[in-house]
């Protein structure tokens, strides 16, 4: 494996389910992140992990919880979601401060019904 | 004011021709600026990363960079179909990257 992977590639859950996203990078880079992309806006950074400690949380609502156990895994745990959290969540890695730009991860498409 | 602006398009151009993408930003303190690509239902992919004032080559792709101004630019000469994607300009603002919303470019045969 190389690069940044990211599981599932697609998920359809119900509102009140609860479900978790995993990303992995095999880069040896020290820094992770969660964006949101949903149609016709920027991608919203919502988690920053920086040496496996959260550095940055944009005012993201409680149903989405982070877990960074190591440089390598990130983790979010979703539950009791709303129609509107339905977009494209992507895994970024980087090393320290970006300089050298995010990779990213393909993306999961969470359907929220 | 939007911390990096991009023209949403659609930019229309016909095969072969120089493709010409723009970006201001607001914060003067960045020091690095990148152009990546996403094609429809794909993530973003880094394509060129730009550091100094003036121009840089890679391929048929020129990234320029005018800090004074804060405006950075992408140029693909020689645009393909294959390029037809949208266009994310990102700045590296207080140690993080902010993300323009795109511009979408078409490449017509």
């Known amino acids: 494996e190389t690069g940044v992977t990211q599981t599932p590639r697609h998920l359809v859950m119900g509102m009140t389910n609860k479900k978790s996203l995993k990303c992995e990078q095999h880069l040896g880079h020290n820094a992770m992140y969660w964006y949101k992309q949903s149609a016709k806006k920027p991608l919203e950074l919502m988690f920053v992990y920086s040496l496996e400690e959260r550095v940055e949380n944009n005012s993201v609502p409680s149903r989405f919880s982070p877990e960074c156990p190591n440089s390598s895994h990130l983790f979010l745990h979703l539950h009791t979601l709303q129609p509107e959290d339905s977009a494209l969540y992507l895994c970024?890695?980087?090393?320290?401060?970006?300089?050298?730009?995010?990779?990213f991860g393909s993306g999961t498409r969470l359907t929220v019904v | 004011q939007k911390e990096v602006e991009q023209n949403s398009g659609p930019l229309s151009v016909p095969e072969g021709a120089i493709a010409s993408l723009n970006c201001t930003y607001s914060?003067?303190?960045?020091?690095?600026f990148f152009w990546y690509r996403q094609y429809s239902g794909k993530s973003p992919e880094l394509i060129m990363s730009?550091?100094?004032?003036g121009d840089k080559e890679d391929g048929r792709f020129t990234a320029q960079l005018n800090k004074a101004s804060q405006y950075v630019s992408l140029l693909i000469r020689d645009s393909q179909p294959s390029d037809s994607a949208t266009y994310l300009c990102?700045?590296?603002?207080?140690?993080?990257?902010?993300f323009g919303t795109g511009t979408r470019l078409l490449v017509s045969p």
């Open positions: 730009i550091y100094s004032n």
């Open positions: 970024a890695s980087s090393q320290a401060k970006g300089d050298y730009g995010y990779t």
């Open positions: 914060d003067r303190g960045s020091q690095s």
């Open positions: 990102a700045v590296n603002s207080f140690q993080k990257l902010v």
